[in-house]
């Protein structure tokens, strides 16, 4: 998936660590998202982040926090991470923020003990 | 968003055409049927999307009935490499966001 980076790939955490996942896109893109998905279930919105400077809550944001570091970064924070966290997160963009093609990182693989 | 239904999964062979359905009965009239598919420990790759009219891209077909109501991907000549979870998503969240159901796991036999 070239344009949309993510780090690190795997990362494994105990109960009350914090970390941030990282994500970088080159595609020039305004929206940016971040997504976290559990087994056989289809992915939920945590934060959207429209433009830089602007983040707006989703589906599931308790537990975490967002930094829309410039129009390139958008990083995901786990202030106090709790095994509920475990989880495939992806991070994603998009040249607008009304449906259009959305573009996905590989995604980070979080394991929280 | 409307809710879509997909088959939770299909086979197909290798060099013959896939057609995958979604029903979206629910759909309003500026909702967008779009598909995804991710391949196994990958994110979600854009596929292709449409209003009312199909839709020909490299990678599929979206053929859209008259009513909205459903849509079929059509993969002209599966390879090995098009096993994946196939995600019909019609519409999406209030801050431009996809929701993602289930999705129809394709596998395709040599």
């Known amino acids: 998936n070239a344009g949309v980076t993510q780090t690190p790939k795997f990362q494994v955490l105990k109960t009350g660590q914090s970390m941030t996942l990282q994500c970088a896109q080159d595609?020039?893109?305004?929206?940016m998202y971040w997504y976290r998905q559990d087994p056989g279930m289809g992915l939920r919105l945590i934060y959207y982040?429209?433009?830089?400077?602007?983040?707006d809550k989703g589906e599931v944001p308790n537990g975490y926090n967002v930094s829309r570091l410039n129009k390139r970064e958008f990083s995901l924070r786990l202030e106090s991470a709790a095994p509920s966290q475990t989880s495939v997160y992806f991070c994603?963009?998009?040249?607008?923020?009304?449906?259009?093609?959305?573009?996905f990182g590989d995604g980070t693989r979080l394991s929280i003990l | 968003d409307a809710k879509t239904t997909q088959p939770n999964s299909m086979e197909s062979n290798e060099e013959e055409p896939v057609h995958l359905p979604c029903n979206h009965s629910?759909?309003?009239?500026?909702?967008?049927i779009h598909w995804y598919r991710q391949l196994p420990s990958q994110g979600p790759e854009y596929v292709i999307h449409g209003l009312t009219s199909n839709v020909n891209n490299r990678m599929a077909s979206l053929a859209i009935a008259e009513d909205r109501k459903s849509s079929t991907l059509i993969l002209h000549r599966a390879t090995l490499r098009d096993a994946a979870v196939y995600y019909c998503i019609a519409g999406g969240g209030s801050q431009g966001n996809l929701i993602f159901g289930k999705g129809t796991k394709l596998s395709v036999k040599p």
């Open positions: 994603a963009t998009a040249f607008g923020s009304v449906f259009q093609p959305q573009h």
């Open positions: 629910t759909i309003s009239g500026t909702d967008y």
């Open positions: 595609m020039n893109h305004n929206s």
């Open positions: 982040s429209a433009s830089e400077g602007t983040t």
